[in-house]
Structures are given as C-alpha cells and as structure tokens.
C-alpha cells in the first residue's frame, strides 16, 4: 500500500462513493423484518419476521408483478443485448475514421437524453390524436392505432425505447474489446483466405466473447430490476395490467402509502433473487471454460 499509494488515494472516491451509498444503507433492510414507525425508529420497532414476504408472496399482484417484469427484461435481453455487439462490429469494419465519428456521435447522442424526453417523443410519435404515425396513416387511408393505450403494444414499444436510447451507449465496451485485438490475427486470417466476414466470425467474436460473457451475467443479475422511471412515465391506466412492476409498486406502496417494511421487503426479495441468478450464470460461465465475474 506504501508503494501504490497514488493508485489507492486514485480509487478513494470511488470506494467511498460504494461504502456510503451502496454498503452502509444494507442495514436498513432490517425494517423488512419489522413493522417499522419512523416515531419509534429501528430499534424500538416491533419484529414482525417473514410476515411481509408471506403477504406479499400470498398477493394476487405477485404473478402479474413477476410477469411483466420477466416479460419486460427478457424482451430486452433477446432483442436490446445482442445490438451494441452487432453495431461495434459494423463501426469496427468503417474504414473512413470521420465517416466512423459521426456515426458514433449519433448513435451516442440518445443516452444522454433523459427518459421525460424520450417518453415526450414517443408522445408525440405515437399519440392517438396529433401522433405523427397516425397521422400518416390517415394520409395512407388507414384507421389509427392506438399504440399508448393498447396492452398488446406497451412491452414492445419499451423495448424500441431501450434499443434507440442505449444500444449506442452499449457500443463502448465492445469497441475498446475489439480495439484490443492483434492486427496480425486479421492479417494472418487474410491470408488463409478469410474474407471479412469470416475475420469478423473467426477473430473478432472470438476476441470479444469474455467481455459479452461479463455483461450477460451483469445483465442477467438485474433481470428483476426494469427502469421505474421509464415505466412509470409511460403507465396509464389502460395498460397498468402490463405496466405494473416490481419498481412501480414498491413506489406506490412504499412512498406514497406509506408502507415502509412491506415495500422494503419486496426491494429485498428483488435483490435476492438478483443475487442467486449472477451466482448461478457466473458458476455456468465457468462449467463451460470462460473467466466470468469473479
């Protein structure tokens, strides 16, 4: 430590930033197993055990809870996970470096807008009234949809959200893998006759596969989790059956009745279940040969 010093005093903010907001809060998951009162505080609360957890596991709102969040990450993770790998790799095969830039800007420029802009475009794209797509159709001789208020269209119209702010974003790490590869691979590749699509099967997947094995199993830890503030913003009451997940109702009952135990509870079980799945796809990543997380 007496050597490195400067590297650790480096880390510090970083180690302080996870120590205060990420490990020091853990002790109030306590309160899951109470009846908590912020009158009474967390000592002199009274302990209730797993009551919460029964109540919440007996709920008719735990099956539409679970369904719509797995239906909601799974569709991300089938169609949103595998794009910033395809886009990394047609970045990487641009020749042109200005050419390669500006796509980059653009594709990158959608993360930095926050989720009210991005559900205000989608408003103004897709409402039923003056949306821009419907009135296209009405040009077309077409009868409207009503894509907003329709159950059938929310889980999608989420997913296409996700891929056009963040697909860009998610390019980064798979670019800085690629840019690691040895030269002479491709070269070698060249002149055992590989065209460029066997370059990019033979060398440049192969080069990436550990980092996409890490961020599947990152992904996969948060499969429980879906953006609250994507979901709520776009809520309404016509389609709250396919709209409400596990973010959305720990708000509902946690901030705004008050529910404070029962709603830690369930951010507990979230977190659990997070846990066992990183564990599980980690020990599966290394029964078939790869590093994975840890």
Known sequence: MKRDKFLYLLALPGLLYFLIFRYVPMWGIIISFQNYSPYQGFWNSPWVGFDHFQRFFSNPDFLILFRN???INVLSLVFFFPLPIFLAI???ELK????KKIIQSVVYLPHFLSWVIIVGITFILMSTGDGVINKVLVMLGLDKIDFLTNKNYFWGILTLQSIWKDAGWGTIIFLAAIAGVDPQLYEAAKIDGANRFRQMCHVTLPAMRSVIIILL???IGHIMDVGFEQVFLMMNGAVSE???VFDTYVYRLG???GQFSYSTAVGLFKSVVGLILVIGANKLAKKFGE???Y
């Open 217 to 219: 199993i990152l992904r």
């Open 291 to 293: 590093d994975g997380v």
């Open 96 to 99: 042109k470096v200005a050419y």
């Open 255 to 257: 901030v705004k009745q």
């Open 242 to 244: 396919v709209a409400d």
């Open 90 to 92: 047609l970045l990487n």
């Open 69 to 71: 969040t797995m239906a």
